[in-house]
């Protein structure tokens, strides 16, 4: 879901990549990534947001440049499509878009979100993908388990690809995380080290070193001797 180019789209689909989860598998014309996350918020709530791309999906991974163009609709045979806005010119007839980017092929509220269709720069390939979305009871809320398996003839290199694809994907689950209050599986910032004193520092400088003898020292070495 990506920039209206689709000359483009590969390299914006690169670009600035968060963290991602994992790709869990990979053969010569498939990958399968992986993402978890666990929110605090009870599963109608989990499947209200969801349902609402529009609300939380990243308007960089979008044909029209806003999220707000986008629509799901939560049933078997379901769109999650895009509108391309007209764009006026005064010299010319103009005209709306469209994008499909998937079809729901299971919508069961609550518990479970599957649909079929190649995402972003895989849209031009004959490679497709499905996207499974699972909502479970979780002590602290609601775990989501976001799995995308991707397979067929593409023309972007497997490694490069796979690991776009699962950069955009955890960023999509991110946005929908953070909608809902943000994730409580995220991992803990990393500890300051603490402030080291000009002496443990002048220490460390001169550990492993040789001790600095004086030329007076030197020389009563060399009269003893």
Not at 165 to 184: E, I
């Amino acid at each position: 879901m990506f920039h209206r180019l689709a000359a483009l789209a590969f390299p914006i689909f690169l670009m600035a990549q968060p963290a991602s989860a994992e790709v869990i598998s990979a053969s010569d014309d498939s990958f399968v990534t992986r993402d978890v996350s666990v929110v605090r918020a009870d599963a109608k709530s989990v499947w209200m947001a969801l349902i609402s791309p529009a609300r939380w999906w990243n308007s960089a991974h979008t044909w029209s440049g806003d999220s707000a163009n986008l629509s799901l609709k939560p049933q078997a045979g379901g769109c999650f499509c895009e509108r391309i806005p007209e764009d006026p010119d005064p010299k010319k007839i103009t005209l709306e878009g469209s994008v499909e980017h998937m079809r729901v092929i299971q919508a069961f509220p609550e518990k479970v979100l599957r649909m079929r269709g190649g995402l972003g720069p895989l849209q031009s390939e004959p490679a497709t993908g499905v996207l499974t979305i699972v909502l479970s009871e979780h002590e602290k809320g609601t775990q989501i388990v976001w799995e995308y398996a991707v397979g067929g003839a593409m023309r972007y290199p497997l490694p490069v690809i796979s690991k776009a694809v699962d950069g955009v994907m955890s960023q999509q689950l991110d946005g929908l995380a953070n909608m809902l209050g943000g994730r409580l599986d995220a991992p803990p910032p990393p500890s300051p080290e603490p402030a080291q004193s000009e002496d443990e520092t002048e220490d460390e400088a001169t550990q492993g070193q040789a001790p600095e003898i004086s030329v007076e020292d030197a020389i009563d070495a060399m009269q003893d001797d």
